[in-house]
């Protein structure tokens, strides 16, 4: 019997004979929170928050792998893996390092699958209907899959949103993040930033994230690598604790003093399987004395022989369960917003460093081509530094959220538009304290603004490239002044175009910063009659525009030309890096 009000759902077992199960034990009288999953008799079903509706099993699921091999690089880096790992089993998987571990786990769950073979869960061939059984999967890689800049609770809460249905209330998600923190131990540290925990308690709110799915089956690749000893007993026992709880856990790890907790023990040695059993019944296979000698019989070990017979044959999912997901985009963009508000001295440093930057040029000089060059290079240089970390640095969090059901379009778009209108706000308080420090900087406002927000919206989206592009954050770091620094050397300030060989004028027609460059000087032009003092009052705008020799002497500059192609360039330039953005991360989906 169901009983309450939304909010505060209560259920009774008003004496089933058949036997009603919640998470898989008997009760009398308990709160619903979201995910909790009811058993009656042969029936199963998931609370989501409002009702309860069908589910694809209810416990720990069954995995079988049959003759799973990979080869990479001329090399087999999976041979002809055979297993079976029963509902609510806590398996590890052992071996030297580059033995395959990782490789294998990424087979089983689908997230690098093999060459040939096949994987069933409960029957259900995973490289086949991975959409159906997605929702039961949980992944924890080795990095950490939630952004360090927030509480531990803002975390859990955003990635819960990305995992729930659109429709799920609000204050459900806050009841199962609280539930999962409780769960970890984390209760105390709710509040802290999770870049602040140790290694330990990091890695556990990678796993809380995957718990809030309630997932059926949960892979961890070395989930306590780099922990000290206690912490990593604690994280394997909590996971014992898990898979009793009614979850199926597979995980990889290095270490032998914990084995005991598990039920199975799969060795692998090159890729292929020497041993998969109890892990009692391992000193008996190896003939060894000691668990940590192990590791030293591994190379002679024989391979299990392959499996007989032909793979057992899939069943095709029953049922199609696509609850509508929650729009991604707003969530990831409410989510950049509460990364931005976490840490308030970067915010500081964020709007400090424009002011910084605008004081200084006006202090120096007063030319008002040398300021504009100034805010230009500026605004490109704020752009490119926001955004060249960001992908790279959330890599492990991207391609798993991705696996859950993330769009590339809305991952890329949300950074987009997080970082755009950080750069557009740097770089108009920037021009808005050269205005005011240089009292009046001249030239047509309309043209320089426009030229500062479409530079913004290209160097955001160069940095992004950059991001998706490089393989690590230091590669990024460097490459944003190779981008930059050609930027200056072409822009057309100095030397200006009239001064360059036919080789750099041509490279510099296709730069962003040149774009910009005949935007700024249109605008000092603009309106104003062209006389032979502005050769040297602005001999760079005037060497820029007087290119093409069509600059007249009492003519009224009124050209919007030049302009306009600079902000089409520019906006081209955005666009063509966003696409390389997006090709960028889709190579790295899979690691
Ligand atoms: N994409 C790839 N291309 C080429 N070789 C690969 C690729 N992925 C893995 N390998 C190779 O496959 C072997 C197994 O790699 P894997 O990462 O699965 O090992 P591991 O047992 O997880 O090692 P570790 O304990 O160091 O994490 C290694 O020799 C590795 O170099
Ligand atoms: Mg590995």
Redesign the pocket.
């Known amino acids: 019997m169901i009983s309450g009000s939304p909010g505060k759902w209560v259920i009774e077992d008003a004496g089933s004979r058949s036997g009603s199960y919640l998470n898989g034990r008997l009760f009398q009288r308990e709160e619903l929170v979201l995910g909790d999953i009811l058993k009656i008799g042969p029936f199963g079903f998931r609370f989501d928050g409002l009702r309860f509706v069908g589910t694809f099993g209810t416990t720990g699921a069954v995995l079988e792998a049959w003759e799973l091999s990979?080869t990479?690089?001329g090399?087999k880096?999976?041979d002809a893996v055979t297993l079976r790992i029963e509902a609510c089993q806590f398996v590890g998987?052992i071996?030297?390092?580059?033995?395959?571990?990782?490789?294998?786990?990424?087979a089983l769950c689908a997230l690098?699958p093999a060459d040939s073979g096949q994987v069933t869960v409960d029957g259900v061939d995973i490289y086949r209907h991975y959409e159906f059984l997605r929702d039961s999967l949980g992944y924890v890689p080795?990095d950490d899959i939630v952004p360090l800049e927030l509480p531990v609770e803002e975390a859990l809460y955003y990635s819960a949103r990305l995992r729930f249905p659109a429709e799920t209330p609000l204050a459900e998600i806050r009841k199962v993040v609280a539930r999962t923190i409780s769960q970890l131990g984390l209760t105390e540290r709710a509040g802290t930033r999770v870049g602040s925990l140790s290694g330990g308690q990091r890695k556990r709110v990678s796993v809380g994230a995957e718990l809030l799915g309630r997932p059926r089956l949960l892979f961890l690749?070395?989930p306590t690598s780099g922990l000290d000893p206690s912490a990593e007993f604690k994280l394997m026992e909590s996971l014992r604790l898990l898979a009793a709880g009614g979850c199926t856990v597979i995980c990889?790890t290095?270490v032998m003093e914990n084995v005991h907790l598990m039920d199975r023990l799969a060795v692998?040695s090159?890729?292929r399987l020497v041993f998969f059993d109890e892990p009692g019944s391992a000193r008996g296979a190896f003939g060894i004395e000691r668990m940590t000698q192990l590791y030293e019989r591994i190379p002679h070990a024989p391979r299990l022989p392959d499996a007989a017979g032909a793979p057992p044959k899939p069943r095709e999912p029953e049922q199609h369960p696509s609850p509508r997901r929650a729009p991604a985009l707003r969530i990831l963009l409410l989510r950049q917003w509460a990364i931005l508000r976490a840490d308030w001295k970067n915010l500081l440093l964020v709007l400090g460093q424009p002011a910084l930057i605008g004081l200084m040029v006006t202090w120096v000089t007063r030319d008002p081509a040398l300021i504009l060059f100034f805010a230009m290079i500026s605004t490109l240089w704020f752009g490119c530094g926001n955004a060249a970390q960001e992908i790279v640095k959330e890599l492990p969090m991207f391609r798993r959220e991705r696996l859950i059901g993330l769009g590339r379009h809305e991952y890329l778009l949300s950074k987009f538009l997080t970082l755009s209108r950080i750069t557009v706000v740097q770089s108009l308080l920037l021009y808005g304290v050269m205005q005011l420090c240089a009292s009046g900087i001249g030239g047509s406002p309309g043209w320089q603004i426009g030229a500062l927000v479409a530079t913004s919206l290209a160097s955001v989206g160069l940095g992004l490239a950059i991001s998706a592009l490089s393989r690590t954050i230091l590669q990024a770091v460097m490459l944003v002044p190779l981008v930059l620094i050609p930027q200056i050397l072409f822009s057309g300030f100095t030397p200006p175009a009239g001064d360059m060989k036919p080789g750099p004028y041509f490279v510099s027609r296709l730069m962003p910063s040149a774009s910009t460059q005949a935007v700024m000087d249109t605008s000092l032009f603009w309106g104003k009659k062209i006389t032979g003092s502005m050769r040297v009052d602005f001999p760079t705008a005037f060497s820029n525009l007087n290119h093409d020799k069509s600059l007249r002497n009492g003519q009224i500059y009124q050209n919007p030309r030049p302009a306009v192609e600079g902000l089409a360039a520019l906006l081209a330039w955005t666009i063509s890096t966003y696409v390389a953005a997006w090709f960028g991360i889709r190579g790295k989906e899979r690691?």
Do not use: F, Y
């Open positions: 990979k990479a690089g090399t880096i999976l998987v071996g030297p390092s580059g033995a395959g571990k990782s490789t294998l786990l990424d690098r080795q690749d070395e990889t290095h692998l090159e890729g690691g």
